[in-house]
């Protein structure tokens, strides 16, 4: 199986690098690829990053899409994990999607989840919605979400699900939606909403490690900012009024089985810190 993510347009304040970045991280993921940059990326929309250390030049990191392996020792799943953490490439969107299948395919990737993040109206005092569609219903079940509807302009992400389909490949995309009134970077609740919709399709514990935490301090932070604006303030229970009303019918015996389910995968795992 396959985690990817893309900085840019798919990416609304790193919440979906910040899965890929989190999980990297707790099951110590090995680098393993890398992309060429030259042929997909301009350097100057997407510029490489420099590191001067005492006046001499350390290192040079180039734009690019990585791949790293999470070995099942490490995450405690039943197969290994490939990561892919990349930027969104500027040119040749076919030969960069073209590249990543054959890699998936030399590594023996059979299932692909994409992640990505945007913009919309939704309040940060609810939970964060993520969007699910997929190339097969059967890869939906059990998510607690509703499949999405869309149509309209494809980043990376959107173009990489349907060369998966095209390439036989089962592939899910997850959207989350950020609040467009809070954007910055990073956005902890998003980014732990998309960890919890990945469990829901592993069907297993992820480790959230100190995402809950810095998810209940952004909110904090987020709830005396619209406390010090009453414009803000009231748009935010305009928006609440409107969600509330949308997810009604969300408050069925599948919903709360869903959620009862989730509660004892995390009451089996002594690490998760629930």
């Not at 690098?17 to 707790?26: F, K, M, N, P």
């Not at 993921?29 to 929309?45: E, G, K, L, M, N």
């Not at 392996?69 to 960069?96: C, K, Q, S």
């Not at 890699?103 to 699910?132: C, N, Y």
Request: some cysteine.
């Amino acid at each position: 199986m396959a985690l990817a993510a893309f900085e840019g347009w798919n990416d609304a304040a790193e919440a979906a690098s910040g899965v890929v970045a989190h999980l990297g991280i707790a099951w110590d993921s090995t680098p393993i690829a890398a992309i060429d940059p030259d042929d997909y990326y301009d350097f100057q929309v997407n510029r490489p990053v420099i590191d001067v250390i005492a006046g001499r030049a350390e290192r040079l990191v180039w734009p690019t899409t990585r791949l790293s392996l999470a070995r099942r020792e490490a995450t405690g799943l039943a197969r290994d994990i490939v990561l892919v953490h990349g930027v969104e490439p500027n040119m040749r969107w076919r030969g960069f999607t073209d590249e990543l299948i054959a890699g998936f395919k030399e590594l023996g990737v059979e299932m692909v989840v994409l992640i990505g993040a945007l913009l919309a109206d939704s309040p940060h005092t609810r939970p964060v919605p993520v969007q699910v569609s997929g190339s097969d219903p059967r890869l939906l079940r059990g998510v607690g979400s509703e499949p999405a509807d869309y149509k309209g302009s494809a980043g990376i992400v959107g173009v990489l699900q349907y060369t998966c389909n095209n390439a036989e490949i089962p592939a899910v995309t997850l959207w989350a939606s950020v609040p467009h009134y809070v954007s910055n970077a990073p956005s902890p609740k998003a980014t732990l909403a998309l960890v919890r919709t990945v469990e829901d399709i592993l069907d297993a514990p992820l480790p959230a490690g100190e995402l809950q935490e810095e998810a209940r301090a952004w909110q904090r932070g987020v709830d005396e900012l619209a406390q010090q604006d009453s414009d803000v303030a009231e748009y935010v229970r305009t928006l609440e009024e409107a969600k509330d009303a949308t997810d009604l019918p969300e408050a069925s015996g599948d919903a709360i089985a869903r959620e009862f389910e989730r509660y004892l995968r995390h009451r089996s795992d002594p690490d998760d810190g629930e």
